[in-house]
């Protein structure tokens, strides 16, 4: 089993800030990762998948990079709305499709 | 517009069967392009992916919970389901459905695109006597 460790736990910025979080996979999961975004209360959000693409109707201010096992999630300008949890997941070898544990971005 | 829509008891008893099922609308779950997955997720903590199925009948289990999970689909009512047997407390979670990306097999080399999108909104399933 993939295991992903994401980094830091949690996240304290301002608004208008930019927020940098990781993600790192036990093995090489080549480009085959996704992030997705979760408000409280609400189920969670596909933002990028392949490492790097944006989803459908995701903002420019959001990018990601990386390959193998280290990945980057960017959120330049950070907006009261990007506030959340923050999951990465590997597709590349599974079962089982597996998360990381999450990194809580939260308003400083 | 695609929507997913969980259903099921709230409540389940301790080694009895948790059984949910997944409406679907917007889109056919008979689509070769997609899975249709199970994720769920304890008060408070993070995400698992709890189980797969493809339209043609293919399943995909997460190895942890294999033992004790079925899921199945309804083609005529554009639906799936989990169940769960002999729960127990760590059982209880917010589960989720969602569409899933397939793998695409060309020349012997695989590319996978099994990302989850979009999600149901979710249903809090309790494990209590």
């Known amino acids: 089993e993939i295991v992903m460790t994401q980094s830091p736990a949690t996240l304290s910025l301002s608004p208008g800030e930019t927020a940098t979080l990781s993600c790192r996979a036990s093995?090489?999961?080549?480009?085959?990762l996704a992030w997705y975004q979760q408000k409280p209360g609400q189920s969670p959000r596909l933002l990028i998948y392949?490492?790097?693409f944006r989803a459908t109707g995701i903002p420019a201010r959001f990018s990601g990079s990386g390959s193998g096992t280290e990945f980057t999630l960017t959120i330049s300008s950070l907006q009261s709305e990007d506030f959340g949890i923050y999951y990465c997941?590997?597709?590349?070898?599974?079962?089982?499709?597996?998360f990381g544990g999450g990194t809580k971005v939260e308003i400083k | 517009q695609l929507q997913l829509q969980e259903s099921g008891p709230g409540l389940v008893k301790p080694s009895e069967t948790l059984s949910l099922t997944c409406v679907v609308s917007?889109?056919?779950?008979?689509?070769?392009?997609?899975?249709w997955g199970w994720i769920r997720q304890p008060p408070g903590k993070g995400l698992e992916w709890i189980a797969s199925?493809?339209?043609?009948?293919?399943?995909y289990y997460n190895p942890s919970l294999k033992s004790r999970v079925d899921i199945s689909l309804d083609t005529s009512k554009n639906q799936f389901s989990l169940r769960l047997t002999s729960v127990t407390a760590a059982d209880t979670a917010i589960y989720y459905c969602?569409?899933?990306?397939?793998?695409?097999?060309?020349?012997?080399?695989?590319?996978?695109?099994?990302?989850?999108?979009?999600w149901g909104q979710g249903t809090l399933v309790t494990v209590s006597s």
């Open positions: 969602a569409r899933e990306g397939v793998t695409y097999y060309f020349d012997n080399n695989a590319y996978p695109n099994n990302w989850f999108d979009p």
């Open positions: 917007g889109d056919s779950i008979s689509s070769p392009n997609y899975n």
């Open positions: 199925i493809h339209y043609t009948g293919s399943t």
């Open positions: 093995q090489s999961v080549a480009g085959y």
């Open positions: 392949g490492a790097s």
């Open positions: 997941q590997q597709y590349s070898n599974w079962p089982p499709l597996t």
